[in-house]
């Protein structure tokens, strides 16, 4: 381990000490369901977090960072050390505008809020222009209430998968859902677990369900999430919405 992320500095203590507590309740959530860690993929989601916090969190073995916000995330990718950036693999979980999907092609390595069919073409579009392939889960909306919070109707979700399949540079990963804010998360878990039942029907290699935060990564584990996205239960709580 590098002295710069030694005792001396305590911000990478912290976040040491809250990852290894979040590593203890995915392995007590694994046990419970009977299933190993080496199913899940844990994305630390650095939203508002600066750029040095994700070259601690990739010192700690970190890998899979998560970001919500286009400029945010761009500005803090550029920041990083080369090796560091090569080491990572960038996740994007925030609304997407198709006037901005094209440019998140040109950090994500995965785009896990893809909604509607012109966020798939346009984020298609600029993955073609970077020559890159980009991993692409459909969000899917299990409040059913078009809160603005994005995702596609679970009887949307078919369809959708379909239009991505057609998309040269995308690769159809699999679901990614928030529980309903006040819902009981396990059912909410659930119906997106029978959503990617119908998925996998279709599209056998869509593989991901990314489920589960700081406050419901137990019940996403237990109703077969891939993929957890921790923000604060990792980072601290964020500063309030700017
Ligand atoms: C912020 C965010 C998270 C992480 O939330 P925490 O409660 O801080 O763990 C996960 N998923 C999405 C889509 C987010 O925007």
């Given at each position: 381990?590098?002295?710069?992320?030694?005792?001396?500095?305590?911000?990478?203590?912290?976040?040491?000490?809250?990852?290894?507590?979040?590593?203890?309740?995915?392995?007590?959530?694994?046990?419970a369901?009977?299933?190993?860690r080496s199913?899940?993929?844990?994305?630390?989601?650095?939203?508002?977090?600066?750029?040095?916090?994700?070259?601690r969190?990739?010192?700690?073995?970190?890998?899979?960072?998560?970001?919500?916000r286009?400029?945010?995330?761009?500005?803090?990718i550029?920041e990083?050390?080369?090796?560091?950036?090569?080491?990572?693999?960038t996740?994007?979980?925030?609304?997407?505008?198709?006037?901005?999907a094209?440019?998140?092609?040109?950090?994500?390595?995965?785009?896990?809020?893809?909604?509607?069919?012109?966020?798939?073409?346009?984020?298609?579009?600029?993955?073609?222009?970077?020559?890159?392939?980009?991993?692409?889960?459909?969000?899917?909306?299990?409040?059913?209430?078009?809160?603005?919070?994005?995702?596609?109707?679970?009887?949307?979700?078919?369809?959708?998968?379909?239009?991505?399949?057609?998309?040269?540079?995308?690769?159809?990963?699999?679901?990614?859902?928030?529980?309903?804010?006040?819902?009981?998360?396990?059912?909410?878990?659930?119906?997106?677990?029978?959503?990617?039942?119908?998925?996998?029907?279709?599209?056998?290699?869509?593989?991901?369900?990314?489920?589960?935060?700081?406050?419901?990564?137990?019940?996403?584990?237990?109703?077969?999430?891939?993929?957890?996205?921790?923000?604060?239960?990792?980072?601290?709580?964020?500063?309030?919405?700017?």
């Amino acid at each position: 381990m590098p002295d710069s992320a030694g005792p001396s500095d305590s911000r990478a203590q912290q976040l040491r000490d809250s990852l290894d507590a979040v590593e203890q309740r995915v392995a007590s959530a694994c046990d419970a369901a009977g299933r190993h860690r080496s199913e899940l993929t844990l994305v630390v989601v650095t939203k508002y977090f600066p750029a040095g916090d994700i070259e601690r969190l990739a010192t700690l073995g970190v890998r899979d960072i998560g970001e919500n916000r286009h400029q945010e995330a761009s500005d803090k990718i550029a920041e990083l050390a080369p090796a560091t950036r090569q080491d990572l693999r960038t996740h994007f979980i925030g609304q997407l505008q198709s006037n901005k999907a094209g440019a998140v092609a040109a950090y994500a390595d995965v785009v896990q809020s893809v909604d509607r069919a012109k966020v798939a073409r346009a984020l298609d579009r600029g993955a073609e222009r970077e020559g890159r392939l980009v991993d692409v889960t459909v969000q899917v909306d299990l409040a059913g209430d078009d809160a603005g919070r994005g995702g596609a109707a679970p009887a949307d979700v078919l369809a959708l998968a379909a239009t991505i399949e057609g998309c040269a540079s995308l690769r159809l990963r699999g679901l990614m859902a928030v529980a309903p804010l006040g819902a009981d998360p396990a059912e909410a878990f659930e119906r997106l677990h029978r959503t990617h039942e119908d998925l996998i029907a279709d599209h056998p290699g869509a593989t991901w369900i990314s489920a589960g935060m700081s406050g419901d990564l137990e019940q996403a584990v237990a109703a077969g999430a891939t993929h957890l996205r921790v923000g604060s239960a990792i980072l601290g709580s964020r500063p309030a919405l700017r």
